[in-house]
């Protein structure tokens, strides 16, 4: 029996490596059949599944994505690209909810297990770009509401209005300042220097703090570490990995900035 299986687990792994040169040859429908019987053979190998996934992605098939995903998540909870194309397939048929929480699941996952790669890049791109379109999304609604509401109490006022009374033109300009007011929360501004990487300029992903106070972009320090030299890009004071601290105050000031003004998570 156990000859069996593991005879089961090597057919499978050359199946997924046939799978692997199919598709970079970009012969989907091969590579979709080798992943295929790939876990036909071992259906418990969690990377069968997003392999498949990937072919489905690249055809548009969004349904068979969140089908494989929906699969590989299941087997493998921490499951990166498993989580990441979930979230893109709910995304692309709008349930941005459970959509940017998956895109969420998978950023953490890929910050814990490789945080200066290109694939948290492209991650974090995806959730701020569903972020945006969220925000854009209720910021139109919400202003659409506003709108109504000041037609109507600018309504009441000028019928409810009595010579004598207070100069309606008063009321009315008063009337329009709290309606600007309530508006300002989706009125894009600048991000505060502080919620910025120096290095960058951008606002914090995941902010990481130095022996020297200054606080950094965690990719991008990882990444002067390790190509340009073990010192800090500001201060020149020597610095390794192990020094750096993640900046919770930081990243909780980020969270509820962008919590409250959506619109800056619009990607340049």
Request: net charge negative.
């Amino acid at each position: 029996m156990a000859k069996g299986v593991c005879s089961a687990a090597v057919q499978a792994e050359q199946l997924k490596q046939d799978g692997n040169l199919y598709f970079k040859k970009n012969r989907l429908g091969a590579a979709i059949d080798a992943y295929t019987e790939a876990i036909t053979l071992c259906p418990d190998v969690p990377v069968y599944w997003t392999n498949r996934a990937l072919c489905h992605r690249k055809r548009n098939d969004w349904t068979r994505v969140e089908e494989d995903c929906r699969k590989a998540v299941q087997l493998d909870h921490k499951s990166v690209k498993g989580h990441y194309m979930l979230g893109l397939a709910l995304i692309e048929r709008e349930n941005y909810s459970e959509g940017i929480k998956s895109l969420e699941r998978a950023l953490d996952h890929g910050r814990g297990a490789h945080p200066n790669s290109y694939m948290v890049e492209e991650i974090w791109q995806e959730l701020a770009k569903a972020k945006y379109q969220e925000w854009e999304r209720h910021s139109t609604k919400r202003n659409w509401d506003l709108h109504k509401l000041q037609e109507s109490c600018e309504m009441a006022l000028k019928e409810h209005h009595v010579d004598g009374d207070v100069d309606v033109n008063e009321q009315l300009e008063a009337l329009k300042l709290v309606f600007e007011k309530a508006a300002e929360a989706d009125v894009p501004t600048e991000v505060p220097d502080y919620l910025c990487c120096k290095i960058t300029l951008d606002i914090f992903r995941d902010p990481v703090i130095t022996p020297s106070g200054l606080t950094y972009e965690r990719a991008v320090i990882l990444d002067h570490l390790e190509k340009v030299g073990k010192f800090d890009p500001i201060t020149r004071e020597s610095l390794v990995q192990s020094q750096l601290v993640p900046n919770m105050a930081i990243k909780e000031a980020v969270g509820a900035f962008l919590e409250k003004h959506g619109w800056a998570y619009k990607m340049d």
